[in-house]
Each structure stands twice: as structure tokens, then as C-alpha cells.
């Protein structure tokens, strides 16, 4: 009986097949003939997931097509929006997007007037957990628990997402982010998020062949495959189709079962937002800051894997120890960063978390963004050093917005401080009017609750406890030119001395 109904399920369905009813189960092509088609179906209101980070692994072509068409009121969902006139800044020019899910606003001054403004709507959201969103969305789980942001405001939901009328200056809120639901798992707090699936996905890839297989260069992956997978309806452009046959199983990236549509583009400009080169020079760096970095490259040895945030953590490794070899972890998909390229050597498709142009050691590996933050809170990485804006007593740190005034955006920080990695935070001891960057309490929105374990100013280095009851932190070091009395002052909380209380590079 069983054996009679799988031969009449096979019949019926060979017999739609031959009509053309079943089309999702098609063998024909996926490609389409130009941008304007590819999206002949997106309509105002809907929900886009936008591969690329930064301007690498942008669809160029079908945002181009997006505005062109002139469709309005869209939130998209990417870690960022581009620059002012490029990538998904010109949908931000054209005021066609409602809402912008993202992680990172960094140099765009557009996406942060608009957002101040109060003609934005912003739900900032952790780079990893972004990521994460869009791959269990992708995968039919509707929310999962995470480590990252717990005790901040995205998990007690005191994020503004739009200002009123008159804007930040104004001080009225139109819109508010809703609280996370938040449970203990083995005596730590975590918080429930919601996966994100979108009407259509956007995405670029290097090559594609005619039945949507997917295959990225460097990393120019990152969001895509995750973004690609949220979508009801994926349409990717690519810089060139081949054949069904031509890649090999092994090397497609994405398989097309997740692929609607296919379309290739033309005339791709592949702007660098940091071109970086390599210079035969020494390293030029003030000399306050380079006591800071050169203390911070001490606290790495061989072998370890190692991720550098934006800034002046990016100059460490240029510090290293004679015999000490590290991996750097990149969030946008690059384990084993290499030097700044000569000027032959620069390659859109190869950059940094910082939008940097960079090459490969022997022995890297490339990923998309969720498997990045999959090591990352996996525990996988073992130190990070990222700069802040405060660091209070028990170890609390604030580094990505001013309320009202500055938002750059928490990017992957909120990840990488909640994953058990030991985090270093590396800045200058005071702001300007010597204003304390080292208080009792931080006074701006966390990044993560009694996460930091080590910082190293130009002053001083201090240790904080981050388990068990709150002490006060320690002064284990001091710079060579300073005083015990001038740390004191410059200092906005209590702390114990270090006994014997070393100098920085003494050794």
C-alpha cells in the first residue's frame, strides 16, 4: 500500500513538472535579463535584506535599479548603509527607506543626520546578533538566546529608534525599541532575539551558474549568505554566470535552493572606503600612544587568535615580540589578516572590520558573518582589543553612542565583549578639558556590563574583577613619566595599588 502511494505521489508530481505548476521545482534557468527585471516585483513597504559591509559585496546594480524604480517606505536590513552616495546611501538620499536594521552607522553623516533628525527610523542591533537573526531566519528558528547585550539598552529596551519632531535637539521620541525577554543559562543573564526574515534579499556574489549556486571572492562574502538565506525571494546579482556543471561541488559557497533569481552586472565601481597601503617608512604614531600600544602588544604570545578593533587597536600587531605570531580575526569573515598591500596589491574584495584594504597570510581562511561571530561568542578568539569612551570601576564599558549627538554604532563590540575572550581596552586616560574617561559608574549607554579585564592608557595599566563581588580595580603599572598623585587625579574612581607597583616597559 505505502509502495502504491509513493508511485502515485511520483506520478502526480511528474505530471506537474510537465505542466509547469510546480515551478519552485523547475530545472530552468534562474538568470534574468536585467536589474530592472530582477526586481520587478518589489513593492513599496517591503522588507529588504541587503548583503555587503561597508562598500564590499554591495549589489551595486540592484540598488541602482531600487532607486531608479523609485519604490519608498522600505526598512532594510544590512549591517550598514554604505557611504553618503553610494550602495544603500542613495536610497538614504532619495528618502525611500523607512527604517535602517543595522549595526553600524560609522562615517555615514547622512544615515546620522537623518536618524538625529528625526526622519530615520534606526533599530540598532550587535553586529553578530544581526547576523544571526538573518541565518535563523533563513533556517525556520524563530528566535535564540544570546550573551551579547545583555544589560545594555538594547536589552532593556531604552534604544530611541525615532526621534520626534525638531529631532535629537528636541528631545521627543517618537518611537522607542521594546525590551528583550532575558533568561539565566548556568548563572548567566542572556537575551531572547528574534530572527529576521525578509520579503525580498539583495545580495552580490562573484560567480553564479544558471540554477543560483553561489561562489564569493574574499571578503566580499561576509553578510551576503546570510541575507540570501532570510529572504522569501533572493535575488542575486554577480559579476559572472557559467554553465550548470562549470563549479565544481565543492567550491560553491551557497547553494542555489535558497537563489530565486540571477541577474549579471555591469559596470561595477567597487569603491574603497579606506585604501590602505603598506609603507616602507616607519610607523609614524604620537608618542603617548605608542607607549599604548607597544604595553598592549605584550599581553599577546604565539599562537594566540587575536581580534583588534577600529583604531588604534589596529596598530598592535605592528608590535609584536620578536618569535610571536597571532591570528587576526576580522567580524566581516577573514581569519589571518596580512600586512597593508602595496598599491599593486590592493583588492576591493580584501578588507578589514575597519573598511581597510589588507592581504592574507599563509594558512587564512574565509567566511560569512555568521560563522565569524559563531567563533566569536563561541569563545574561540582569545583576546580582543577594542578603544571606549568610559570604563567605570567594576570593569563596565561604553564606546558606541552619545545620546542625542554622536552614533556610530555598537558594529561587533557588544559580540566580542560578551564572548569569555579576554578584553583589553586600549584609550587615552582622559578626554579633552581633562575630563575623566575612567569613572566610577560610565554615564553613556553600555557595551557590556563588568566585561573589561585589562586597560591600558598612557598613564597607566589597570586591573579590573569581573567575577564574583565588585572590588575596586588595581593599578598594576604606571608610565614612565607620571607620578602615582598625577594617575590620582586623572582618575574618576578608587583603586588599589600594586605592590611593587611596576613601569610600563620597564623590561
Known amino acids: 500500500m505505502r509502495m502504491l502511494s509513493q508511485v502515485a505521489r511520483s506520478s502526480r508530481l511528474a505530471r506537474a513538472l510537465a505542466a509547469g505548476s510546480l515551478r519552485r521545482f523547475s530545472s530552468s534557468s534562474k538568470v534574468v535579463g536585467s536589474p ?5 516585483d518589489i513593492r513599496d513597504g517591503a522588507t529588504l535584506c541587503v548583503g555587503g559591509f561597508g562598500l564590499c559585496g554591495i549589489p551595486e546594480n ?3 535599479a531600487l532607486k531608479k524604480k523609485g519604490v519608498k517606505d522600505l526598512t532594510a536590513v544590512s549591517n550598514n548603509a554604505g557611504v553618503d552616495d553610494f550602495g544603500l546611501g542613495l536610497l538614504l ?15 555615514n553623516k547622512l544615515f546620522e543626520e537623518l536618524y538625529l533628525s528625526g526622519q530615520l527610523e534606526v533599530e540598532l542591533t550587535p553586529q553578530g546578533t544581526l547576523a544571526e537573526r538573518l541565518r535563523a531566519g ?10 551579547t547585550a545583555y544589560g545594555t539598552a538594547v536589552h532593556e529596551g531604552t534604544n530611541v529608534i525615532k526621534y520626534g519632531p525638531g529631532g535629537a535637539k528636541a528631545g521627543a521620541v517618537e518611537i522607542m525599541s521594546e525590551p528583550r525577554e532575558s533568561r539565566d543559562f548556568d548563572g548567566k543573564g542572556f537575551v531572547m532575539e528574534r530572527a529576521i526574515v525578509g520579503d525580498f534579499s539583495i545580495v552580490k556574489a562573484w560567480k553564479a551558474d544558471e540554477r543560483g549556486n553561489l561562489v564569493w571572492k574574499g571578503t566580499a562574502r561576509n553578510f551576503n549568505p546570510d541575507c540570501a538565506r532570510a529572504g522569501k525571494v533572493c535575488i542575486a546579482e554577480v559579476e559572472e554566470i557559467v554553465p550548470v556543471g562549470a563549479l565544481s561541488p ?3 559557497h551557497l547553494p542555489g535552493i535558497y537563489v530565486h533569481r540571477v541577474v549579471q552586472g555591469q559596470g561595477y565601481q567597487k569603491r574603497i572606503e ?10 609614524k604614531v604620537d608618542k603617548r600612544r605608542e607607549l599604548i600600544i607597544r604595553r598592549a602588544a605584550k599581553e599577546l604570545s604565539d599562537g594566540m587568535y587575536v581580534n583588534l578593533g577600529i583604531g588604534m587597536p589596529t596598530l598592535v600587531s ?13 567580524e566581516n569573515g577573514l581569519l589571518g589578516i596580512g600586512p597593508y598591500p602595496t598599491d599593486a596589491q590592493v583588492d576591493p574584495d580584501l578588507i578589514n572590520a575597519g573598511k581597510e584594504t589588507v592581504t592574507m597570510i599563509p594558512g587564512s581562511s574565509l567566511f560569512s558573518s555568521s560563522e565569524s561571530f559563531g567563533m ?16 567605570a570601576a567594576n570593569g563596565d564599558l561604553a564606546n558606541w553612542i552619545i545620546p542625542g549627538k554622536m552614533v556610530k554604532g555598537m558594529g561587533g563590540a557588544m559580540d566580542l565583549v560578551s564572548s569569555n575572550s579576554k578584553v583589553l581596552v586600549v584609550m587615552e586616560h582622559v578626554a579633552k578639558g581633562n575630563k575623566h574617561k575612567l569613572k566610577k559608574s560610565c554615564d553613556l549607554p553600555l557595551t557590556g556590563q563588568r566585561v573589561v579585564d585589562r586597560c591600558i592608557t598612557d598613564l597607566a595599566v589597570f586591573d579590573f574583577v569581573t567575577e564574583g563581588p565588585e572590588a575596586p580595580p588595581t593599578l598594576a603599572e604606571i608610565a614612565p613619566d607620571t607620578t602615582l598623585d598625577a594617575v590620582k587625579e586623572a582618575t574618576g574612581f578608587d583603586f588599589a595599588v600594586a605592590e611593587p607597583l611596576k613601569t610600563m616597559l620597564a623590561d
Do not use: C, H, W
Not at 93 to 105: F, G, L, N, W
Open 274 to 283: 579606506k585604501r590602505t597601503i603598506s609603507s616602507a617608512g616607519e610607523i
Open 250 to 252: 565543492e567550491e560553491i
Open 93 to 107: 538620499q532619495s528618502r525611500q527607506i523607512k527604517r535602517m536594521i543595522s549595526s553600524y552607522v560609522g562615517e
Open 138 to 147: 533563513g533556517a525556520g528558528i524563530p528566535a535564540f538566546f544570546t550573551r
Open 376 to 391: 566569536i561568542r563561541g569563545s574561540k578568539v582569545d583576546v580582543t582589543i577594542l578603544g571606549a569612551m568610559e570604563v
Open 62 to 64: 540592484l540598488l541602482e
Open 318 to 330: 605592528n608590535y609584536l615580540e620578536p618569535g610571536v605570531r597571532i591570528e587576526l580575526q576580522s
Open 36 to 40: 530592472d527585471e530582477a526586481i520587478r
